[in-house]
Nanobody
Framework: EVQLVESGGGLVQAGGSLRLSCVAF????????IGWFRQAPGKEREGVSC????????YYADSVKGRFTISSDNAKNTVYLQMNSLKPEDTAVYYC?????????????????WGQGTQVTVSS
């Protein structure tokens, strides 16, 4: 059974940091692109960052460039999202997703599997 499990969310003050983890089960982890997305109340789901498999290329939304870093530990079937200098507008439910093409994109519609999400709340 394919499964993605996120963890690491929580409540943090503005300027603080969190590291999200996404652990994958049930598929060949190295073959799938992994993306991080977020959805705030009343807003559409948006791409935050993603990593391609063939070459390890990474991509970031403009709103998080320079503050967030995506990385992968293939031995642990885990992708991380290190979030620094957090802002109240980063508050959302964060999801990881897997794309079987292996080529990453920030478009949610491309992804085949999704985790259940983890809440990130940044207080001002």
């Amino acid at each position: 059974e394919v499964q993605l499990v996120e963890s690491g969310g929580g409540l943090v003050q503005a300027g603080g940091s969190l590291r999200l983890s996404c652990v994958a089960f049930g598929f060949t982890f190295d073959d799938y692109a992994i993306g991080w997305f977020r959805q705030a109340p009343g807003k559409e789901r948006e791409g935050v960052s993603c990593i391609s498999r063939p070459d390890g290329s990474t991509y970031y939304a403009d709103s998080v460039k320079g503050r967030f870093t995506i990385s992968s530990d293939n031995a642990k079937n885990t992708v991380y999202l290190q979030m620094n200098s957090l802002k109240p507008e980063d508050t959302a439910v964060y999801y990881c997703a897997a794309d079987s093409t292996g080529w990453a994109t920030l478009r949610p519609s491309r992804y085949d599997y999704w985790g259940q999400g983890t809440q990130v709340t940044v207080s001002s």
